[in-house]
């Protein structure tokens, strides 16, 4: 089981970000002594009741303490941002960590953000296929004319170009069944594109959703991807209690903002989830003690084969040494226990 630690840049307005920014370099400092051989972020916008740090520059930031490890999104709102900046930005990445770049992508569902940025909500999916289409052939052709509903692009060759040949891979978000099917549709598994569950959903959920993906691209001929990552939220400490008191608070606050969003209703599909603590852990979030996460993961291992856990340890607020001790008991002890059971 390879590990990936999700680097969680969501912080609470006028917090010190230059101190948080220093954090999540130790946090790549110690999984990369553990043995984690990569990093990924998650973004929003930066408003309101919450402050992401922006993905790139922040990814950039952690390349000296990650030398080493791939970098990745997970995901990045495509919609948001033109496809051309994107296979820039990617492909500066991908120099900086010496071809190991993954872009991590999605739609989007939070209708705040589209409406913040005048952009209709209902164009997501199709300016996020068309994106992902223009930014491969970025990255992978000498010249490109590109002359879509939503980007145009004539005789134009991108001076600064990924390491990775013919590009670097995907990661394709995808929440509902259609959209995991889509996944499956846009994926080329042949250079390690690949479907990435949401980490809000349920452990019941995301089994369904992983059959549906091997179906689909079953059904079209194409190979199960080598690697095949799951994103989960976990934390872990000595027993349950002491994990559940470290952090509940701040999963909870992290997820009011969520609900505010419209998370619950748009995409999970239970807005009691996100009032009732027990219901928001059950099956969302792995917790407890070594044992009791390695278990769950094995269980995990067992349903959808997964060969990569994106570890997601952070909410905001958290304290840095809760933080940094699930990354460390992760890689020291939930990892070999997982192994061991799997043989």
């Known amino acids: 089981m390879q590990l990936t630690l999700f680097i969680n840049p969501e912080h609470s307005p006028g917090d010190r970000l230059n101190v948080r920014l220093a954090e999540h370099i130790e946090q790549v400092s110690i999984a990369r002594a553990g043995g984690y051989d990569g990093v990924t972020i998650g973004t929003h916008l930066s408003f309101g009741s919450a402050a992401w740090l922006p993905p790139f520059a922040t990814l950039a930031s952690l390349v000296p303490a990650a030398a080493g490890m791939s970098l990745s999104t997970c995901m990045l709102v495509l919609p948001h941002h033109h496809p051309l900046q994107v296979a820039i930005e990617g492909a500066f990445l991908d120099t900086l960590c010496g071809g190991r770049f993954i872009l991590g992508a999605s739609a989007g569902w939070a209708s705040d953000e589209f409406a913040l940025l005048g952009i209709d909500r209902r164009e997501r999916v199709g300016r996020f296929a068309e994106a992902l289409d223009l930014i491969s052939r970025l990255w992978s052709q000498e010249r490109v004319h590109f002359d879509g509903s939503y980007y145009q692009v004539e005789d134009t060759a991108l001076a600064l170009r990924p390491v990775k040949q013919p590009r670097p891979p995907v990661w394709l978000g995808g929440s509902v069944i259609r959209s995991v099917e889509r996944a499956a549709e846009l ?29 689909r691209l079953a059904a079209l001929g194409k190979p199960r991807p080598a690697d095949f990552p799951l ?39 239970n807005p009691a989830a996100a009032r009732d603590v027990p219901e928001l852990l059950a099956g969302r979030v792995i917790i407890g003690s070594p044992e009791d996460c390695a278990e769950e993961l094995v269980r995990l291992a067992r349903s959808i084969c997964f060969t990569r856990l994106i570890a997601r340890v952070q909410w905001m607020g958290m304290e840095q040494r809760t933080v940094c001790r699930t990354i460390e008991l992760l890689a020291r002890e939930v990892r070999p226990m997982v192994e061991r059971a799997l043989g």
């Open 187 to 215: 994926a080329d598994t042949s250079v390690g594109d690949t479907w990435v569950a949401s980490s809000h959903l349920t452990e019941t959920v995301i089994v369904e959703q992983a059959q549906a993906f091997n179906a």
């Open 231 to 269: 994103l989960r939220n976990i934390v872990v400490a000595e027993d349950r209690a002491t994990a559940l008191r470290d952090s509940v608070p701040y999963l909870s606050a992290s997820y009011s903002v969520f609900d505010r969003w419209g998370l619950f209703t748009e995409v999970v599909g």
